[in-house]
């Protein structure tokens, strides 16, 4: 790896509500050779898998999404929150600590590409990535990994997707 992650990413506690420490990944981006090295060592960390299509969860995620993409020559597609999509959309709701969320993707997102890479900044509880990769089932994708810039283990989000695909973090915290 290229960067020391751990002392780069900077822990905001209590945002955004206690007890969370937030993993405020701007620290990684706002320095323009390390913006880059955090993008070439995601890529490394993938680059025995084969997808022509990465999906980024909103927001975060588009960050890293769009930028590996952009070094693959591969496709972009986004998750977004519900509602912000203009055309038809598949839609899957998810649990958070306290009630539900969903995300939505568009129909047709994979009408051109299939292979797919997930991407995320953070992996947390595993919860909206384990809908994401559903939503992208039914789109007719075929995930081929999850890759996160940060794996927070102590919450057991890996055990939600590994059924379903590889995952692979850069940043592991325990
Ligand atoms: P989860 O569904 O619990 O895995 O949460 C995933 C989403 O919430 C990701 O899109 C993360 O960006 C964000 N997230 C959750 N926990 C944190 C954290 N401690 N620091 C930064 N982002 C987080």
Known sequence: MRLDYKKLIRDV???PKPPIIFK???TVLQVPEYFKACIDDMLDAVKDMDFDCVVGIESRGFIFASAIAYA???AFVPIRK???LPYRVLREEYELEYGTDEIEI??????FTKKVLLVDDVLA????AKAALS????AGGEVKGALFLVELEFLNGRSKLENECEVRSLVKYQ
């Open 24 to 26: 405020d990944v701007t």
């Open 106 to 111: 568009h129909e047709d997102a994979f009408k």
């Open 72 to 74: 693959k020559g591969a």
């Open 82 to 84: 519900k509602g912000k």
């Open 125 to 128: 509880t595993g919860g909206t």
């Open 135 to 138: 939503l992208i089932k039914r």
């Open 13 to 15: 506690p209590n945002f």
